[in-house]
């Protein structure tokens, strides 16, 4: 039997190689970072100025509607936000309305609301943050399912939908931050953390039009592109949307966290990605040309 | 009568949702967020559902030792063990009582003339908070219990245990001058969606596992960009051109070749993106108020299930 | 901050050895990625089940059913969706539950739908072509802040600089004495003509941006021609298949960015698994008690070796 020409042999090798070039470029760039600068581009600029037109004293609402597996895009930008609020001295209401967070947001308010973020950051020199005390400076409304029901009747009646209290049991009436806020918009902000539905679509589609609410986006690099014309009719104040934003708004706040060191590997990666797309077509093409001749 | 009695039901909610929007009384406001609590509900039961589910399709496999049926009892064991952990044990066995507080006279103490002195009596694995002053453990390295000196008065004391699924002390302590206050806690374990088995088999099996599964596809997708990304003419090639410019741009590497290569990722995302993503929205929209006006209407029916 | 209990440490190891067994799916599907497999849907089915009765049932329903009587109907439909689960005979009494719910959700996408996905974007559509290029001795600190380059402490500083001496070209603003040579630099990084600061800011008002305005143009043609390919009325000969095909590379580009930022997505989940290994997303106490890349190191020689043992175990099998 005649040897298949060698496009065919290289269109039909094994995958498992591929899926190791793959893991070196993920492992080897954090092993031996390239440290490239980072840019931040226009709509993380105009998230960032969002939240630093926020007064001391205001209250702004953070809903992480996520899993586990898009904490590498999100956290991040969490992160970054708590300082940037913290340090402003505003305060803070979190919710969620994935049924796969409330373990992790409540980690997540220990770890980065409870505690002092600024210290958590190697070699961070901006202004400090402080410890924020549950029900005083921040609350925990909780988890709700219903997704974008949960989310009309947040914009409607916000108190309701939490029966009146926060998710330790206190009731609003008792937490003095909680004075006014009755609907979604009463707060001067919303902060979306997104990893997909329900999330940013269902608070524009369902509350951010009827209500005019201000609100920014923080969401996975795969729902980007579904976000931006919400960001370009000024739906949106302001959207970071994947790793390599994160690590942009990383950049604008000050600090140096695990998306900067994220976004480093991503120039290897996307590297083997666009290197398969071309070597992939350069032998699709070679292959046809060889047998085109091989007819003739 | 079987498919009508509902459909009927389904057009009555359906078309009160639509015209709620219009009305603004509160009448009608309190009637929305009703049944809008009634979706939840519903919405919540059929993941309890699923997992009656999970006993229906999985016990007669694990019966019969059909394919796989070791892992199926892995899987049956294991939402066993989550389901116990999700129940609130320690409400049969705890009083709720988070610690006691013992005033004394501070006799030939070191607390100056105002000052007040809290000690905390708990164990090396908590972390305490009083006041402004930043946390720290409750023992120090010699075992030595944490002493604070504070301004007489109000003062918030937090007991607390760094790892998630236990019971908090925060306290608004009244302390006068030239006095100790002892705080003795013990943070006791909680069961139940806060409580620490359920924490920690969130923390150490669904998240990791939950994070790994999604992490496959980078790999799927290097594999699919050699096998299947083809140029074959001209709408794959602008598809992949625009792709490889926005990755590149995307990248901090993009920033590095040229500014001008991060602008046109930026230009591609905002004009042509944008209009394409508009494009299909609105015809999304039509089509989805279509199907709801089918729904709502009662034309459409296939979500009933067959006679 | 007090040391990580022994238990967390083994928890850790546990997840990292999960993390591998999924993994190793890459290989081909295994034991291991099998046990990991049942076990995360077994672990994921019993905690949803108690959270949603715990966050959103109990809550919501059961504590309600003493003082707020109508919630006897919620029940109702709760009990008929119990009783499509458990028989067949009845199971058409499930049809309520489900059509409340569909026609609920139905109801309230109509006007929420047609005001943000249509309203919204059609009104923006509709909005003038031209584009200016922003003044900068009139414009005011928002607007200025969007500008490439600017920042709002830049912004605000343009502002008190005019108010001494309006700017008398771009080169004069971005050169004042009151910006820092950070700030100089971040504005120089950003001139261009095309996209950039000159392209975008002037000191005459009213100046035309004119690749502003052939965007502009752009976006709108690109949408028409999107919706006309969409549109099946017509048949897409001539003029019509013409202009549809143009809106086919609109929406393709689109795509293309679309997938472009896909692929950083994924390749971000597996970045995450790495940084979790590595430690760099906990305390750099509790990654030092954890040792992470000897957890992954140990953790792949055992499901290597298992898998190895149990492909020889295969193979033996097929022999014999």
Redesign the interface.
């Given at each position: 039997m005649a040897k298949a020409h060698w496009t065919e042999r290289l269109q039909r090798f094994d995958r498992r190689w591929l899926f190791l070039v793959m893991g070196l470029a993920i492992i080897v760039p954090l092993i031996f970072p390239l440290g490239l600068p980072i840019k931040p581009g226009p709509m993380t600029k105009a998230a960032y100025n969002a939240v630093e037109e926020l007064q001391p004293g205001d209250v702004a609402l953070i809903s992480l509607d996520l899993d586990p597996a898009s904490t590498p895009e999100l956290e991040p930008f969490y992160r970054a936000v708590v300082l940037q609020l913290k340090r402003k001295h505003v305060k803070i209401v979190v919710t969620t309305t994935w049924y796969q967070a409330p373990p992790l947001v409540e980690r997540w308010i220990r770890e980065a609301i409870e505690q002092p973020l600024a210290p958590t950051y190697p070699g961070y020199d901006g202004a400090p943050d402080g410890a924020y005390k549950k029900n005083v400076d921040y609350v925990y409304l909780g988890f709700r399912e219903g997704r974008e029901a949960t989310i009309l009747r947040m914009g409607a009646d916000l108190r309701q939908t939490f029966d009146g209290r926060a998710d330790d049991g206190t009731p609003f009436d008792k937490i003095p931050m909680m004075t006014g806020i009755k609907q979604l918009k009463d707060f001067k902000l919303l902060v979306d953390v997104s990893a997909g539905y329900p999330g940013a679509k269902e608070y524009v589609q369902y509350v951010q039009s009827r209500y005019g609410l201000h609100m920014i986006v923080s969401t996975t690099a795969v729902s980007l592109t579904d976000l931006t014309p919400y960001y370009q009719t000024g739906q949106l104040d302001g959207l970071v949307g994947g790793l390599a934003a994160a690590a942009q708004y990383e950049k604008l706040v000050g600090v140096t966290g695990t998306a900067t060191a994220g976004a480093d590997v991503l120039n290897a990666g996307h590297g083997v990605v666009i290197l398969a797309i071309v070597l992939g077509n350069l032998v699709f093409f070679a292959g046809r040309r060889a047998r085109k001749r091989g007819a003739a | 009568m079987k498919k009508t009695a509902p459909l009927v039901l389904g057009i009555a909610v359906g078309l009160y949702a639509c015209a709620e929007f219009y009305i603004p009384d509160w009448h009608v406001r309190w009637l929305t967020q009703e049944l809008q609590t009634w979706g939840t509900i519903l919405a919540a039961f059929a993941y309890i559902l699923g997992g009656v589910n999970l006993i229906q399709v999985n016990y007669p496999k694990i019966r019969r030792r059909e394919r796989d049926w070791q892992y199926k009892i892995v899987m049956v064991v294991a939402a066993g063990m989550m389901l116990a952990a999700g129940l609130k044990w320690h409400k049969l066995y705890q009083s709720g009582e988070a610690g006691t507080v013992a005033i004394a006279d501070d006799h030939g103490g070191a607390a100056a003339a105002g000052k007040a002195t809290i000690v905390i009596d708990a164990p090396a694995d908590v972390m305490v908070k009083v006041g402004a002053l930043p946390a720290q453990p409750a023992r120090d390295a010699a075992g030595k219990p944490a002493t604070f000196v504070v301004d007489a008065g109000k003062v918030p004391v937090r007991v607390y245990n760094r790892i998630a699924g236990y019971r908090d002390y925060d306290a608004t302590l009244e302390v006068a001058p030239a006095k100790i206050a002892t705080v003795s806690v013990d943070p006791a374990m909680l069961w139940g969606t806060k409580g620490r088995v359920y924490n920690w088999l969130y923390d150490h099996v669904f998240a990791p596992c939950n994070a790994t599964m999604f992490a496959l596809l980078a790999f799927f997708v290097v594999s699919a960009a050699f096998r299947a990304f083809r140029m074959r003419n001209v709408e794959a090639t602008l598809l992949l051109g625009a792709a490889i410019i926005v990755m590149l741009a995307a990248a901090p590497i993009g920033a590095w070749i040229s500014d001008d290569l991060v602008d046109l990722g930026q230009w591609i995302l905002d004009i042509p993106n944008n209009a394409g993503r508009r494009a299909i929205m609105m015809g999304a929209a039509i089509g989805a108020i279509a199907t709801s006006l089918r729904i709502v209407l009662g034309l459409e029916r296939s979500h009933l299930g067959a006679d | 901050?007090?040391?990580l209990?022994l238990?967390?440490v083994i928890?850790?190891w546990?997840?990292?050895f999960?993390?591998f067994c999924?993994?190793s799916?890459?290989?081909k599907d295994n034991p291991f990625y099998?046990?990991?497999?049942?076990?995360?849907?077994?672990?994921?089915?019993?905690?949803?089940?108690?959270?949603?009765?715990?966050?959103?049932?109990e809550?919501?329903?059961i504590s309600h059913l003493t003082d707020q009587w109508?919630k006897i109907?919620?029940l109702i439909?709760?009990a008929l969706?119990?009783v499509k689960?458990m028989s067949r005979r009845y199971a058409?009494l499930g049809?309520?539950?489900?059509?409340?719910?569909?026609?609920?959700?139905?109801?309230?996408?109509?006007?929420?739908?047609?005001?943000?996905?249509?309203?919204?974007?059609?009104?923006?559509?509709m909005h003038d072509l031209d584009a200016r290029k922003v003044d900068l001795n009139t414009a005011d600190a928002k607007t200025l802040?969007?500008v490439?380059g600017m920042?709002?402490a830049i912004a605000k500083k343009l502002i008190a600089e005019r108010e001494g001496h309006a700017f008398s070209s771009v080169d004069d603003a971005v050169s004042r004495a009151s910006l820092t040579p950070a700030e100089q630099a971040d504005l120089a990084?950003?001139r261009?003509g095309?996209?950039?600061l000159d392209a975008k800011a002037s000191v005459t008002p009213g100046e035309k941006d004119w690749f502003g305005i052939a965007?502009n143009v752009?976006?709108?043609?690109?949408?028409l021609a999107?919706?006309l390919?969409?549109y099946f009325s017509l048949a897409h000969k001539g003029v019509v298949g013409r202009v549809s095909r143009f809106?086919?590379?609109?929406?393709?580009?689109?795509?293309?960015?679309?997938?472009?930022?896909?692929?950083?997505?994924?390749?971000?989940?597996?970045?995450?698994?790495?940084?979790?290994i590595?430690g760099?997303?906990v305390?750099p106490e509790d990654a030092a008690a954890v040792h992470g890349p000897w957890a992954a190191l140990i953790s792949a020689v055992i499901i290597v070796g298992g898998i190895a043992f149990w492909e020889l175990r295969a193979r033996k099998k097929v022999t014999e």
């Open positions: - | - | 901050m007090t040391a209990p238990i967390d928890g850790a546990l997840g990292i999960l993390t999924i993994l799916f890459l290989y099998k046990f990991a497999e049942h076990l995360f849907v077994g672990v994921s089915i019993g905690y949803v089940v108690t959270l949603q009765y715990q966050d959103t049932i809550p919501t329903l109508w109907f919620p439909l709760v969706m119990l689960a058409w049809r309520f539950p489900l059509a409340f719910a569909v026609a609920l959700y139905a109801g309230l996408a109509i006007n929420a739908v047609a005001q943000s996905e249509l309203g919204a974007q059609i009104n923006f559509a802040g969007g490439p920042s709002p990084e950003k261009g095309l996209v950039g965007s752009l976006l709108l043609l690109g949408l999107s919706l390919y969409f809106g086919v590379w609109i929406l393709m580009i689109g795509f293309g960015a679309s997938f472009g930022y896909t692929v950083q997505g994924r390749i971000a989940l597996a970045i995450g698994r790495a940084l979790d590595q760099k997303t305390a």
